[in-house]
């Protein structure tokens, strides 16, 4: 996905929502949209689309048609109709398909390794080495993962249970793995990108606003934090010059801000912003001997 | 006076029509399907411009279909519920015409659209008058 790769992975939750909304089908259409993800990683560099969404749509569509032909050939597709709890507007589509991907009957494997295919638009080899594990078993995990939520009857809306803190844990689960080792920081990356998708879909909630300050806040200092031969390096001890000052600023901005709408030490949720207050610290010095962090060079 | 024209086909026809491999059906080109669609595109503009033309709609590949039924009170779903080979409906018009003979000659338009040899040797059209009140019914 080298190039077009950043526009790819921000449109693939659209096109996957836009699929599932008009078809149904999502474990069938979460395929359909792969390959054209792939269609496109071959055919843009020759030149992108005017309208690249309605493209990754017309292709993936055709997919889909193609894949449930061969799909309804072998069995025939029948369920309880259950209708949706709420029927989520169109805004809300990545943020449903996050939902569906962080379904309750999921381990956290499956989620994660469900919400970086279906939202991130990583490919399951991606998501494989991520995780260093074979392909093959990756290829199972996410097979099994959408046969769950298939077998689940869910409909294409918002669930009834507020699933948001779910979400959340399951984005924070990628980050650590991402921060977990060298080599893993597409992760991180990943992670972050998904936290401000969510942010921009829920503007108003502490906890979202918490989580991102916490993976800007904790990714920051990345670079100050393991020497020349990949050993770690103690706070006290980094260098504070290499660490991100625009992230340490973004971060500290999204924590205050949430503090103000929201008390953050409630004993029930608390989940981000209780462990930012304390990124916020780091990232501000107060736990070092040096002076309040102001930035690389001061 | 209103009348539906209900033209038909099956997930074969669509699978052919798209390209897709069929065995022993007609196999269409993307040239065969464009010349399809500036026939349909020219039958609906001289409908429109009569003013004939009330409505016109093409459906999707009946592999999309849902059928939805009742079994023990419960509500059942089935996906893709048709045959292969079975005729369903793939598009219709409604036309508001003087009389039934205007619309059946209408519908006659529908025998000559091109497509590749042997493409819809077996079509079938309906019309149906339709009703203007329940009175009618």
């Not at chain 1, 991606?126 to 078993?137: C, D, K």
């Not at chain 1, 918002?158 to 080599?183: Q, T």
């Not at chain 2, 065969?32 to 001289?46: C, I, Q, S, V």
């Not at chain 2, 369903?88 to 338009?109: F, K, N, Q």
Request: aromatic share 6%; proline share 7%.
């Amino acid at each position: 996905m080298t190039g077009h790769g950043d526009l790819l992975r921000e449109l693939t939750p659209q096109v996957l929502a836009a699929l599932v909304r008009r078809y149904g089908h999502f474990d069938i259409a979460e395929d359909a949209v792969q390959e054209a993800l792939l269609a496109a990683a071959q055919q843009w560099p020759a030149g992108v689309p005017d309208d690249p969404k309605a493209w990754l749509i017309t292709v993936a569509s055709r997919r889909l048609t193609d894949l449930l032909r061969s799909e309804s050939a072998r069995q025939r597709r029948e369920s309880a109709w259950l209708p949706p709890s709420q029927h989520a507007p169109s805004t809300d589509d990545s943020l449903v398909l996050l939902f569906l991907c962080c379904h309750p009957s999921l381990s956290p494997s499956s989620q994660i390794a469900l919400t970086l295919r279906a939202v991130g638009g990583l490919t399951t080899a991606e998501i494989a080495r991520a995780f260093l594990v074979p392909e093959a078993t990756m290829t199972r995990r996410i097979g099994r993962a959408k046969q769950t939520v298939k077998a689940s009857g869910v409909p294409f809306g918002l669930p009834a249970d507020d699933r948001l803190p779910v979400v959340l844990h399951v984005l924070y689960l990628i980050f650590n793995e991402g921060y977990a080792g060298p080599g893993r920081v597409e992760l991180t990356a990943e992670a972050i990108r998904l936290a401000r998708m969510v942010r921009r879909l829920r503007p108003d909630d502490a906890e979202v606003a918490g989580l991102l300050a916490l993976m800007l806040l904790t990714d920051a200092r990345r670079p100050a934090r393991t020497g020349p031969y990949g050993e770690l390096v103690a706070m006290a001890d980094q260098d504070r010059n290499l660490w991100h000052a625009k992230d340490i600023a973004e971060g500290i901005d999204l924590v205050t801000a949430a503090w103000t709408r929201e008390f953050p030490f409630q004993e029930t949720r608390g989940y981000g912003t209780r462990p930012s207050a304390a990124a916020i610290c780091h990232a501000s010095g107060c736990q070092g001997p040096a002076a309040r962090y102001q930035g690389p060079g001061t | 006076m209103k009348y539906l024209i209900l033209a038909y086909g099956s997930q074969r026809d669509y699978d052919a029509m798209a390209g897709r491999p069929t065995d022993g059906g007609p196999s269409w080109t993307p040239q065969d399907f464009e010349a399809m669609g500036t026939y349909m595109e020219k039958l609906n503009n001289d409908l429109a411009e009569s003013g004939e033309l009330v409505e016109t709609r093409g459906l999707t590949a009946p592999v999309h279909a849902r059928r939805l039924r009742q079994q023990d009170g419960a509500m059942v779903v089935t996906d893709g519920p048709y045959a292969e080979a079975e005729e369903v409906l793939a598009g219709y018009w409604v036309v508001e015409c003087d009389s039934y003979d205007r619309a059946t000659e209408i519908a006659t338009r529908l025998f000559h659209v091109p497509g590749p040899v042997g493409a819809g040797a077996d079509v079938v059209i309906d019309i149906r008058p339709v009703a203007e009140s329940r009175h009618e019914l």
